[in-house]
Nanobody
Framework: VQLQASGGGLVQAGGSLRLSCAPSGRTFSGYVMGWFRQAPGKEREFVAR????????DYADFVKGRFTISRDNAKNTVYLQMNSLKPEDTAVYYC???????????????WGQGTQVTVSS
């Protein structure tokens, strides 16, 4: 199973990016999918999660009102729309899959390779 994350890049503060994550090898429509990020020298931290059907979402406080997680189970893809980006959002962003409604990285079973997001001031 591989999770291919894409959509990262360099953007100015206040700009937007949309990340995508498309698992290959199997369907995860019944699983919770999450986004995490890790900045240099820091631990990996929870950003957002979405339940299997896509009707329930949860966000870290520092992205509430700016980021939106969504999924298209027909395309087996999860998205992270990031608006009003700040320099402190700079990190490698990872998508991951779990069977639990969790925000703890260790409880996620499959991980993507990460995509770099850099926000310049």
């Amino acid at each position: 199973v591989q999770l291919q994350a894409s959509g990262g890049g360099l953007v100015q503060a206040g700009g937007s990016l949309r990340l995508s994550c498309a698992p290959s090898g199997r369907t995860f429509s019944g699983y919770v999918m999450g986004w995490f990020r890790q900045a240099p020298g820091k631990e990996r931290e929870f950003v957002a999660r979405i339940n299997g059907p896509g009707g329930v979402t949860d966000y870290a406080d520092f992205v509430k009102g700016r980021f939106t997680i969504s999924r298209d189970n027909a395309k087996n893809t999860v998205y992270l729309q990031m608006n009003s980006l700040k320099p402190e959002d700079t990190a490698v962003y990872y998508c991951a899959v779990t069977r639990r409604w969790s925000s703890v990285p260790n409880e996620y079973e499959y991980w993507g390779q990460g995509t770099q997001v850099t926000v310049s001031s």
